[in-house]
């Protein structure tokens, strides 16, 4: 590591511009604001990317054809890529990410960020775990956004998937009971492909149930008498 003197010099203008991102790791805990000048255009250029605006609505068209599973889309996503390097297994700068996209979703309502957070959560669960350890230790809405994107996935909700998802119900053991964490699950089920999965589910369960209700109030099929 750096000492802070040299840090501090490399932070000004002139030099910044020039330093490698190892270095530029080591000189954002110091200066936060040069951190947030290089993560929020980087945000705001992954809700512009056409990858990540089709990662967020293909699910919603009519037609399945040229769908990508989630994590082929996070692949074929640039500015996500970028991102997930600067964040680098970094327990802090993925936190502070995390607290830009909820400014963003606060200040516009676009169900991009939302998206957006779920796709930073499953990024980082696809990184190898780094000297700070695995997503899943840092982020309590990890294993909420990995059923999510197991049932965006497949489609549908599968029996396990449900298993996992339902500790994360509002009753439930596992479920945020503050801030940050309870914005940040609502968000990652904000995300639109979340939601066509989850209604689409429900629906498929109220189909089911009044196809049910239906058969046990139509009457009994006559049986032809005996000869």
């Known amino acids: ?60 068209r009519q037609t399945p054809v040229g769908r990508q599973a989630p994590r082929q889309r996070r692949r074929a996503c640039a500015s996500l ?46 990184e190898e775990p780094g000297p700070e350890g695995h997503v899943s230790q840092w982020d309590e809405c990890h294993r909420f956004a990995w059923a999510l994107d197991a049932a965006i996935s497949a489609d549908g909700i599968a029996p396990r998937v449900l298993l996992e998802l339902a500790p994360f119900m509002p009753a439930g053991p596992l479920a945020p009971r503050s801030d940050p964490g309870v914005t940040d699950m609502a968000m990652v089920a904000r995300d ?9 589910a429900a629906l498929r369960r109220l189909a089911d149930i009044c196809r049910g209700k239906a058969d046990a109030d139509s009457p009994p099929a006559e049986v032809p008498p005996t000869e």
Not at 100 to 122: H, K
Not at 192 to 200: D, I, S
Request: hydrophobic letters at 45%.
């Open 81 to 126: 890529g970028e991102l997930t390097k600067i964040i680098g297994g970094s327990k802090r700068f993925y936190a502070t990410v995390c607290s830009y996209l909820r400014e963003l979703f606060s200040q516009t309502g676009d169900p991009i960020f939302c998206a957006l957070r779920a796709a930073v959560a499953m990024a980082e669960h696809d």
């Open 1 to 60: 590591e750096l000492p802070e003197e040299l840090l501090a010099h490399l932070a000004e203008p002139g030099s910044y511009e020039h330093t490698p991102l190892e270095v530029r790791r080591q000189i954002w805990p110091l200066r936060s604001d040069l951190f947030r000048e290089e993560v929020h255009p980087l945000l705001l250029q992954c809700a512009g990317d056409s990858t990540a605006v089709v990662a967020a609505n293909d699910v919603l």
């Open 192 to 200: 639109p492909q979340a939601v066509h999965v989850l209604c689409a």
